[in-house]
């Protein structure tokens, strides 16, 4: 499964309020670094944030993390696993 496959499966599936669980590169443009891989066990796809709000958010999935009961959101090329398989880099 590609990164663009599994994207449009999240969305699928959080369309249907079916959690799925996901991991990601971590990023921050702001610092430019990483803190390494993000696991996210349970969670759901929410709406993008406005573009107005922030200059990356066509980047951007955002997402509520149903464990940390917080919405956070990820760089969508830096997607890594879905629902416990690894994504083909295509």
């Known amino acids: 499964m590609t990164i663009w496959e599994a994207i449009k499966e999240m969305r699928i599936m959080s369309q249907k309020k079916q959690y799925f669980s996901f991991a990601f590169m ?27 709000t922030n200059k990356y958010a066509e980047h951007f999935l955002s997402y509520y993390d149903y464990k940390l009961m917080e919405a956070r959101h990820f760089w969508q090329p830096l997607l890594v696993e879905f629902n416990g398989q690894n994504l083909e880099l295509k």
């Open 26 to 52: 971590s990023f921050s443009a702001e610092k430019q670094k990483s803190d390494g891989i993000v696991r996210v066990s349970k969670a759901l796809l929410t709406r993008r944030e406005r573009t107005e």
